[in-house]
């Protein structure tokens, strides 16, 4: 099992900046990808960022892309969000997870291993 920790939400301006970070523990010892994902109010779940174990491979979605940087630390078993030039549409519970299987997107959007609890990000205009 490996459990996984969110943190740094909040309440941020338009236009400003956040970081979040997931902190993963237990059975940490395997190469395992992560994701973060955000849920908004009446909207589903989606994939926002993922890296793979090595850190060589990223992903980002489209809306996100230049304004959001994933990253890992796999000394810390932490991996981080940091986003700039937040818009108010950034509003949502944002969530970490973790999968030891392929770094593959298509695969990882609806299949990944473990989760958080998440933590909410909200953007006032």
């Known amino acids: 099992q490996v459990q996984l920790v969110e943190s740094g939400g909040g309440l941020v301006q338009a236009g400003g900046s956040l970081r979040v970070s997931c902190v993963a523990s237990?059975?940490?010892?395997?190469?395992?990808?992560m994701g973060w994902f955000r849920q908004a109010p009446g909207k589903e779940r989606e994939i926002v960022a993922a890296?793979?174990?090595?850190?060589?491979?990223?992903y980002y979605e489209d809306s996100v892309k230049g304004r959001f940087t994933i990253s890992r630390d796999n000394v810390k078993n932490t991996v981080y969000l940091q986003m700039n030039s937040l818009k108010p549409e950034d509003t949502a519970v944002y969530y970490c997870?973790?999968?030891?299987?392929?770094?593959?997107?298509?695969?990882?959007?609806?299949?990944?291993?473990?989760w958080g609890k998440g933590t909410l990000v909200t953007v006032s205009s």
């Open positions: 890296i793979s174990w090595s850190g060589n491979r990223l």
């Open positions: 997870a973790a999968t030891f299987g392929a770094f593959d997107i298509a695969t990882m959007k609806f299949g990944m291993d473990y």
């Open positions: 237990g059975r940490t010892s395997g190469r395992y990808a």
